[in-house]
């Protein structure tokens, strides 16, 4: 707009008729990032894999899995069968600053179901990224575990979402730019 010093871009149809005029203030209100994430399905942004471990284990033993995965969360599941793994809760960073160092307790000897986060909150691949980052700013969390019936088939942070915003507005602006230019 600046570079022809225009305030209104009309845009036409078919036989050269007024279909609808884009402005700066248009453009940006449909850029808004909450535009993009309601079309975006969790398939598209989710890590494919989740760190799990069972609720017995140890919390030193989750810990290492953490460190040894860089992640900053584990999926506690509990077995139902052989197969299948449902999620009872989530372990993170800031659990076991919490509640195992602030606390004095031993991670050797400690259950990890004892400082984990119970009723995890979970998603579903199909869910949509808007649905995701309104869960998780309506509960102040910053993962959740993408679940297909009861086994965890992956997860999705708040990076994950802002990650798919910056991606799409800036998809977004270059197809706008090269539009105009042409």
């Known amino acids: 707009f600046r570079r022809y010093r225009i305030r209104h871009l009309p845009i036409v149809g078919d036989g050269d008729r007024l279909v609808a005029i884009v402005s700066p203030e248009s453009i940006r209100q449909v850029m808004q990032p909450a535009n993009f994430l309601k079309l975006r399905r969790v398939s598209d942004v989710m890590t494919k894999e989740a760190i799990c471990a069972p609720m017995h284990d140890s919390v030193m033993s989750v810990a290492r899995c953490m460190a040894e995965y860089r992640v900053s969360c584990v999926v506690i599941t509990e077995a ?27 991670s050797s000897d400690t259950p990890v179901r004892d400082i984990m986060t119970a ?64």
């Open 80 to 106: 139902d069968d052989e197969d299948s793994h449902r999620p009872v809760g989530i372990v993170t960073e800031r659990d076991y600053a919490r509640k195992v160092v602030l606390q004095g307790r031993s």
């Open 119 to 182: 009723n995890v909150l979970t998603t579903t691949s199909l869910d949509t990224s808007d649905r995701c980052m309104q869960m998780m700013t309506e509960h102040r969390i910053r993962h959740l575990p993408v679940v297909d019936g009861d086994d965890v088939v992956g997860m999705v942070s708040i990076g994950d979402l802002v990650k798919a915003v910056i991606e799409d507005q800036r998809a977004e602006l270059d197809s706008l730019q090269r539009y105009i230019a042409s």
